[in-house]
């Protein structure tokens, strides 16, 4: 089955800092999600990557596929209080039922 | 517009007691759905998917059963909680290749 590493597990950083998420697969990759969830809350779609070098941004965040190192990037620019939260990776399996398999996470603190 | 209903929004049942967590879809037909377990300290686990009325595949043998008894609807459920069933439910839909659209989850805790 497909693994999903995470890192930082955990971040804190003081506001206006730059921050990056890194997600690494153990198999292919043919899709990978980024999602945000706040503590007790459902996950929120940030954004979605199909191909190899392929990069996307919403506001201030910007996430990255390296196909070929089976590895996703998420960088934030000039964090803010509201990017708080926990962060999710997740990879869609090959299969036609659209499972994803999801990563540990990685906490984002912000300081003001 | 699409929506997803998930409720309640947390539950606290003793060990051994039954179980039944309800989602519905609005706005569309035909979604792909799944059940999700977050565990403290754990990621997202999938439970169960479903791909139309009474089709349910199961990721991982448990103490829960999952239902689809109409389109849009997807129940879980458990005959006997134990402890080890604590944790934050999550159901979520797809209708193709872009990612899940989530409920807000329920938080049930096993005493």
């Known amino acids: 089955s497909q693994e999903l590493e995470q890192s930082p597990q955990s971040l804190i950083v003081q506001e206006g800092k730059n921050l990056t998420i890194n997600c690494t697969s153990s198999?292919?990759?043919?899709?990978l999600y980024w999602y945000k969830q706040k503590y007790g809350e459902g996950l929120i779609f940030l954004m979605m990557l199909q191909k190899g070098g392929e990069e996307k941004s919403h506001e201030k965040i910007t996430a990255k596929l390296d196909e070929k190192k089976q590895q996703s990037s998420l960088h934030i620019t000039a964090s803010q209080p509201s990017h708080a939260g926990i962060y999710l990776c997740?990879?869609?399996?090959?299969?036609?039922?659209?499972?994803?398999?999801f990563g540990t996470g990685t906490k984002l603190q912000v300081i003001p | 517009s699409q929506t997803i209903h998930q409720w309640p929004a947390t539950l606290v049942q003793p060990v051994g007691s039954p179980l039944s967590l309800e989602c519905t879809v609005e706005?569309?037909?035909?979604?792909?759905l799944y059940w999700y377990r977050q565990a403290a300290g754990r990621g997202l686990q999938l439970l169960f998917y479903?791909?139309?009325?009474?089709?349910i595949s199961s990721e991982v043998p448990q103490n829960l059963s999952a239902s689809r008894p109409q389109d849009r609807q997807f129940i879980l459920s458990s005959k006997k909680l134990l402890l080890s069933d604590s944790g934050f439910y999550l159901c979520?839909?797809?209708?193709?290749?872009?990612?899940?659209?989530f409920g807000s989850g329920t938080r049930l805790t096993v005493v």
């Open positions: 479903s791909v139309g009325i009474g089709q």
């Open positions: 997740g990879a869609r399996d090959s299969g036609g039922y659209q499972k994803v398999t």
């Open positions: 979520a839909w797809t209708q193709g290749a872009y990612g899940y659209t």
């Open positions: 706005g569309t037909s035909n979604p792909n």
């Open positions: 198999k292919t990759l043919y899709g």
